[in-house]
């Protein structure tokens, strides 16, 4: 291990569902700083793999595979209830955050699957 492994180790946190994992991001929205992390898409080893980056020290990377590459380009995160949809666009509900999906080529992330 290199000593920057050593220095800023990289977690993968993998969830069983969407849903789960996007609690990450209304708590992040509620946090004092107020950050929403991005979520991205990437085709990894023949898996469909949508994750998002967290972490000022160390990163974390807290991931899930999905059945298919998504189709639409936000979330649609509802912060009192925790429900969501996919969208194409950004709507005017003020009680939801809209997560845009960014669908990168590639990635130097090693996802541990």
């Known amino acids: 291990m290199s000593s920057t492994e050593e220095s800023n180790p990289t977690t993968y946190l993998k969830y069983k ?8 991001v209304l708590f992040a929205a509620q946090s004092p700083i107020g950050i929403i992390p991005m979520l991205y898409y990437i085709n990894y080893k023949g898996k469909e793999l949508l994750f998002i980056e967290t972490g000022a020290v160390n990163t974390i990377v807290h991931y ?11 979330i649609e995160l509802k912060q009192l209830t925790g429900k969501f949809e996919f969208v194409n666009n950004i709507g005017n509900d003020t009680q939801s955050i809209y997560i845009p999906i960014l669908h990168l080529e590639e990635s130097s992330f090693e996802f541990p699957i």
């Open 64 to 74: 899930i595979t999905v059945e298919e590459r998504p189709t639409r380009k936000f």
């Open 17 to 24: 569902n969407l849903e789960d994992m996007l609690k990450v």
